[in-house]
T-cell receptor, first 113, second 113 residues
Framework: GAGVSQSPRYKVAKRGQDVALRCDPI?????LFWYQQALGQGPEFLTY????????KSGLPSDRFFAERPEGSVSTLKIQRTQQEDSAVYLC???????????FGDGTRLSIL | DAKTTQPPSMDCAEGRAANLPCNHS???????VYWYRQIHSQGPQYIIH?????ETNEMASLIITEDRKSSTLILPHATLRDTAVYYC??????????????WGLGTSLAVNP
């Protein structure tokens, strides 16, 4: 389909490993968002891109978290030296208009052992 | 923190209308009311949004009170597939660089046969 695609769907890593999560937004969508969702909670904002510019990274929990969108389309969320508290579902969303509704992927479920 | 309050859970009989309330007593004049839902193991799905006037689309209707301090999402003929967590969110329309969504815990709607 033409929706937001995230990969991998599931990721298991050992504590201390680095992980990279990919988001393919809807073609032509200018805005891209990353959210983190813990079990039983609503999503929490991590960071926002407008095209290739990262305009807001206030939600990134530590400097171990890094996101990029070098060509203004695909985005990667990288987590270095993973810890158990990083276990969560990581959601990506995109929107066409700057103030338009956000359309979400089904997320990557990250489990840190 | 989320600017909305919702009941934690609701039940609805299949085929009947589901009316989901949301309080947003501190809403500002330029803030929209957005509704999303999240079915188990999927990403959030946009439903509808509005500013002042009532809105209707193919999924639902949104009724906003005249003072804008509360709203109701109406699913006119609920089906089992409407079982999900429903989130009510207020968001600044002309958001500049601040377009993130701030989520609460939502309402878990169970549609029963």
């Amino acid at each position: 389909g033409a929706g937001v695609s995230q990969s991998p769907r599931y990721k298991v890593a050992k504590r201390g490993q680095d992980v990279a999560l990919r988001c393919d937004p809807i073609s032509g969508h200018v805005s891209l968002f990353w959210y983190q969702q813990a079990l039983g909670q609503g999503p929490e904002f991590l960071t926002y891109f407008q095209n290739e510019a990262q305009l807001d990274k206030s939600g990134l929990p530590s400097d171990r978290f890094f996101a990029e969108r070098p060509e203004g389309s695909v985005s990667t969320l990288k987590i270095q030296r993973t810890q158990q508290e990083d276990s969560a579902v990581y959601l990506c969303a995109s929107s066409f208009l700057r103030e338009g509704p956000q359309h979400f992927g089904d997320g990557t479920r990250l489990s840190i052992l | 923190d989320a600017k909305t309050t919702q009941p934690p859970s609701m039940d609805c009989a299949e085929g009947r209308a589901a009316n989901l309330p949301c309080n947003h007593s501190t809403i500002s004049g330029n803030e929209y009311v957005y509704w999303y839902r999240q079915i188990h193991s999927q990403g959030p799905q946009y439903i509808i949004h509005g500013l002042k006037n009532n809105e209707t689309n193919e999924m639902a209707s949104l009724i906003i009170t005249e003072d804008r301090k509360s709203s109701t999402l109406i699913l006119p003929h609920a089906t089992l597939r409407d079982t999900a967590v429903y989130y009510c969110i207020v968001r600044v329309g002309n958001a500049g660089n601040n377009r993130k969504l701030i989520w609460g815990l939502g309402t878990s709607l169970a549609v029963n046969p």
